[in-house]
């Protein structure tokens, strides 16, 4: 089954909550993933450390999943594995 992103919740640092096509609300914690590709100075990830940056996060509704301005965006499949179901 393919996962898309109907919804973004609630957003606190490193951590999204979305739901869902199938119905289900997941909390995605992001924070080690952030810090593990932020490492190099020209990473894309870093805007991500600041958590007002980190908190703009939008849905992208073509695409099914979300992004941020700088370009950033994670494959939904993957925040749904990620993810841990409330």
């Known amino acids: 089954m393919l996962y898309f992103i109907n919804e973004i919740i609630n957003t606190t640092p490193y951590k ?4 869902f096509n199938t119905g289900e609300i997941k909390i995605i914690n ?3 993933k952030i810090k593990a590709r932020s490492k190099t100075e020209s990473s894309k990830y870093k ?3 600041d958590p007002d940056y980190f908190n703009s996060v939008k849905l992208q509704p073509e695409w099914e999943t979300i992004y941020w301005d700088n370009g950033l965006d ?7 594995n990620m993810g841990k179901s409330i």
């Open 30 to 32: 992001l924070e080690k």
């Open 16 to 19: 999204l909550t979305l739901k």
């Open 47 to 49: 805007a991500l450390l």
């Open 74 to 80: 994670f494959c939904p499949d993957v925040l749904y």
